[in-house]
């Protein structure tokens, strides 16, 4: 398999290449797609329709072309349009690393993933699609994952459907893993422990979630790293991702995270935001397969917490 990239006009597309071998001489365009490129049957669907979607040999075929020795299949990746309706908008990115399928970045405290009510052109995904329209990259804004807007730290974006789909893929399982760190109040008994309680939304609210009997299943497992005065920082990793698990799980267990207006005690004379920081982030490549982990140390308003 060959990584390879084009240009439209000025845009820059996102293609993967395979050449027949006499491994897989024989088998149909559909197969070596699914098999041996790893693609899935909606973006091949998604793809056949294009003038230059699917390629042998620079040459337009179906899925039912089978190619000889030798010859070069090529997909497209990169969507020719835009899908997501995202609007365009400048705003500041932070990037920790970046290739043609994906991008890693350090998320400030403040900023909204996702647009929605209140926020249609001042999140990250308005910044993402302006910097790949500045930059010539025909990408698009497909999200992995999500951290709450008060939260701070690592998160990857893929760059076509069909990184966003083999990432996906991986949430929940061992190779995707996140780990966090947070200030909570007091110090937990024990120092390191799982909270396994199940969570589903409360009553009367359209954000906040609560543990409950008939909740979905929710695990978090913690370790005190220090304790300053009356407050602990604490690693956190998670088995599984739901809304607000971190802070919903510590609150539970009598130990909310410093600034929870939601689940704690605001204080903007201590911090301005929860104190909540997205510090590890590995998972694999979704075309390479490469591991990849990035580390994101703690930010200064966190830090300051923590002062003695």
Not at 202 to 230: C, F, N, W
Not at 245 to 257: D, K, N, S, Y
Request: glycine letters at 10%.
């Amino acid at each position: 398999m060959c990584l390879g990239g084009g240009c439209v006009g000025r845009e820059r597309v996102r293609r993967l290449e395979l050449t027949v071998t006499a491994d897989n001489v024989g088998a149909r365009v559909d197969t070596l797609l699914r098999k041996h490129l790893q693609l899935s049957g909606t973006v091949i669907r998604r793809m056949k329709w294009l003038e230059d979607g699917i390629l042998v040999d620079g040459v337009r075929v179906n899925t039912r072309f089978v190619p000889r020795l030798g010859q070069v299949l090529s997909v497209r990746l990169s969507d020719p349009e835009r899908l997501s309706g995202v609007v365009p908008a400048p705003g500041e990115l932070d990037i920790v690393y970046e290739d043609e399928d994906i991008i890693v970045l350090n998320k400030a405290a403040g900023v909204s993933v996702h647009p929605g009510p209140g926020h249609y052109d001042d999140t990250l995904g308005n910044f993402l699609v302006h910097y790949y329209e500045k930059t010539g990259q025909q990408a698009d804004f497909h999200p992995v994952h999500r951290l709450d807007r008060g939260t701070s730290g690592l998160l990857v974006a893929a760059k076509h459907p069909h990184g966003q789909e083999r990432l996906k893929q991986q949430l929940h399982t061992p190779d995707f893993c996140r780990v966090y760190l947070a200030v909570c109040e007091g110090i937990p008994q024990p120092q390191a422990g799982v909270v396994d309680a199940p969570l589903g939304p409360m009553e009367g609210s359209l954000m906040a979630q609560r543990v409950r009997p008939d909740g979905k299943p929710a695990r978090t497992h913690y370790q005190t790293i220090r304790t300053v005065g009356g407050s602990s920082l604490l690693r956190l990793e998670l088995d599984t991702g739901r809304t607000h698990q971190i802070r919903v799980h510590m609150a539970h267990i009598g130990h909310p995270l410093v600034g929870d207006f939601l689940y704690g005690t605001e204080d903007h004379s201590l911090i301005a935001r929860t104190a909540l920081h997205s510090y590890i982030l590995r998972f694999c490549h979704p075309v390479t397969g490469r591991e990849m982990e990035f580390v994101q140390d703690l930010p200064q308003d966190m830090e300051r917490l923590l002062r003695d």
